[in-house]
């Protein structure tokens, strides 16, 4: 990076590396619309074959490929289940709603993980006052918990579940590549268990722009459809495909790095009074943890923060998130833990005044 701020803000700021930028600039390219360019195609064949699906089709972001997932398994009046945390119904402006007039369930998972038994009473009976019960949807790692993985065996059971119960299932997996490395369970084997399944190459592997959305080969010729209306349909885009071909070439097992340096983050936050993680174990690249409110608000430890060096996000009234990424070195985020215990040592010993600083986030 080009300043000494230590940016934990999230892993979508990674810049594209020299090599990856010379692989964007000698790409290959023709008009996408079409269907000929080739390098958007060898992405989408390699992206398939890695989550062993027929097909996959490359866009412009992961909230379009979740989007347009949840337009392909339902129509306009139908619901989906999702949990209550996920990035789908928190993040993407309720667009299942504007753009393709479905509706939502959610449900209070705990860390964002829920179980069948949370679900099983959810799904609509077939008379006409009900709406349509079509699509399950879960997210893995799942970002507002912390960048959890979803627990294997309860996943199988809740997709079992909801294909006995006619359901389609997608997996919203921006951040897939980190549960594979960090779990050893590949992303076939996850992505096995769902019909359409979404990643995200401007995430950890460091592509600057892109997503894939993943399933059968006649689902994906519809969503392909809906993306070109939707806006998602770009000509030579074979120049941005291939800084995410390199991602996946160049930038899957090195996510390893990136999670321990998130227990390296996470172990000092457990020595610090007044700081407790939340939930108390990090499974990948995301930190989130709770600032005692006694103390300061979460906009008033990450102001202080930004002060001494560390730019990271509140993402409620006493939480901050920590994010960990191709562009942060060991000895920023060796540096980055200190000034964190540091800083609330001194807003605790009263030698930091933070409790001016916003109330809000
Ligand atoms: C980042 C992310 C997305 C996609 O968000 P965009 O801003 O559209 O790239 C989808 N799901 C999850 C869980 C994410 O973290």
């Known amino acids: 990076m080009s300043t000494s701020m230590i940016d934990l803000r999230s892993d979508t700021v990674t810049k594209p590396t020299a090599a990856m930028r010379r692989a964007m600039a000698e790409a290959e390219v023709g008009d ?27 866009m412009p972001s992961g909230s379009m490929t979740n ?8 129509k306009p009046g139908d619901e989906f289940i999702c949990d209550a945390g996920c990035h789908i119904y928190n993040y993407e402006q309720a667009a299942y709603a504007s753009l393709s007039g479905v509706a939502v369930r959610t449900v209070q998972g705990e860390f964002g993980v829920f179980q069948p038994a949370d679900v099983e009473d959810l799904v609509r009976p077939d008379n006409e006052h009900c709406v349509r019960t079509r699509l399950l949807t879960l997210e893995n790692t ?92 770009m000509r030579q885009a074979g120049i941005i495909a291939a800084g995410a071909l390199y991602g996946l070439e160049h930038h899957v097992e090195r996510l390893a790095e990136d999670h321990e340096h998130a227990q390296i983050l996470a172990n000092a936050i457990r020595t610090a009074d007044g700081l407790e993680l939340r939930p108390e174990e990090v499974d990948t690249n995301i930190v989130i943890f709770r600032v005692d409110p006694a103390l300061v608000t979460a906009v008033g430890f990450t102001a202080a923060l930004k002060d001494r060096g560390v730019d990271c996000l509140s993402v409620g009234k006493d939480l901050v998130r920590l994010v960990t990424h191709l562009d942060v070195t060991r000895e920023q985020i ?4 200190e000034i964190i215990v540091n800083t609330i040592d001194e807003i605790r010993a009263g030698t930091l005044d933070a409790s001016g600083a916003g109330t809000q986030y």
């Open 32 to 58: 996408d619309v079409i269907g000929v360019d080739p390098t958007v195609a060898r992405l989408q064949e390699r992206i398939a074959e890695m989550l062993g699906k027929e097909a996959a089709v490359y």
């Open 67 to 74: 989007q347009i997932a949840v337009r392909v398994h339902c």
């Open 142 to 233: 799942h970002n507002r918990a912390s960048g959890r993985i979803q627990p294997y065996d309860n996943l199988v059971a809740l997709c079992d579940w909801a294909r006995s119960q006619g359901l389609a299932t997608h997996l919203d997996g921006a951040r897939l590549f980190n549960a594979a490395v960090a779990s050893g369970v590949s992303l076939s084997d996850w992505a096995q268990h769902f019909d359409t399944v979404s990643v995200c190459f401007s995430k950890g592997l460091g592509a600057p722009v892109g997503s894939a959305l993943a399933g059968p080969a006649e689902l994906i010729r519809e969503a392909r459809r809906h993306r070109k209306a939707f806006g998602g349909g």
């Open 334 to 337: 060796m540096r980055g833990a």
